[in-house]
């Protein structure tokens, strides 16, 4: 993995960072994610990790001395040929703190899962059953977090794939609810529109 940082009054001069991981693991999403973790005003790069025995953990580098340091992960999940499907990344149960949501294996356990980050440690926080966000041979992930007013919820599909969900985080309770009938990817973005 590459990362690149143009030049900018904020955060200083061009930058590139690289890192190899060993041959028995490999990056495996459609794309990393930014964002600043730790309040630095820095990003964090957060990626899906996979070992070829241990399957996939949601990962988090950062950059130090123009190298990508793995600085954080949840484990892994514990079989090969398992995979995860991140939601997005925000506080999203309004505690200053960031959590980060993904589905634990989308298309078997179905499983909704946050993890807060504190002093740059991922500790984990709530589990839901019973929800996903991609479907096999889908060249993207199905959903994502909005905010309507209230607060960030977390937007994905029922496991069947019959209903758009709503997840809110309260404390570190789950509570989700339909918003309405999946019909496609247009009834998931009319609900991340808040529509």
Same mark, same amino acid.
């Given at each position: 993995?590459?990362?690149?940082?143009?030049?900018?009054?904020?955060?200083?001069?061009?930058?590139?960072?690289?890192?190899?991981?060993?041959?028995? %693991?490999?990056?495996?999403?459609?794309?990393?994610?930014?964002?600043?973790?730790?309040?630095?005003?820095?990003?964090?790069?957060?990626?899906?990790?996979?070992?070829?025995?241990?399957?996939?953990?949601?990962?988090?580098?950062?950059?130090?001395?123009?190298?990508?340091?793995?600085?954080?992960?949840?484990?892994?999940?514990?079989?090969?040929?398992?995979?995860?499907?991140?939601?997005?990344?925000?506080?999203?149960?309004?505690?200053?703190?960031?959590?980060?949501?993904?589905?634990?294996?989308?298309?078997?356990?179905?499983?909704?899962?946050?993890?807060?980050?504190?002093?740059?440690?991922?500790?984990?926080?709530?589990?839901?059953?019973?929800?996903?966000?991609?479907?096999?041979?889908?060249?993207?992930?199905?959903?994502?977090?909005?905010?309507?007013?209230?607060?960030?919820?977390?937007?994905?599909?029922?496991?069947?794939?019959?209903?758009?969900?709503?997840?809110?985080?309260?404390?570190?309770?789950?509570?989700?609810?339909?918003?309405?009938?999946?019909?496609?990817?247009?009834?998931?973005?009319?609900?991340?529109?808040? %529509?």
């Amino acid at each position: 993995m590459t990362f690149v940082r143009q030049g900018s009054p904020e955060h200083g001069p061009y930058l590139q960072a690289e890192i190899t991981l060993p041959q028995s %693991r490999v990056f495996e999403d459609i794309r990393p994610r930014l964002a600043d973790l730790d309040g630095d005003g820095t990003p964090e790069i957060v990626v899906v990790e996979s070992d070829m025995q241990r399957g996939a953990q949601l990962a988090v580098y950062s950059v130090a001395d123009d190298k990508l340091v793995k600085t954080t992960s949840t484990p892994f999940i514990g079989q090969r040929n398992r995979w995860l499907a991140p939601i997005g990344i925000a506080d999203l149960d309004g505690d200053g703190q960031i959590e980060l949501a993904y589905i634990d294996r989308p298309h078997l356990a179905k499983r909704l899962r946050i993890w807060r980050i504190k002093r740059g440690e991922l500790s984990h926080v709530a589990d839901m059953d019973g929800l996903t966000n991609h479907r096999i041979g889908d060249p993207f992930i199905t959903g994502g977090i909005r905010d309507c007013g209230e607060g960030p919820e977390l937007v994905t599909v029922d496991g069947n794939w019959q209903r758009v969900m709503v997840t809110r985080l309260t404390m570190t309770a789950l509570r989700a609810r339909p918003v309405g009938a999946f019909s496609g990817q247009n009834s998931v973005e009319a609900a991340l529109d808040c %529509r």
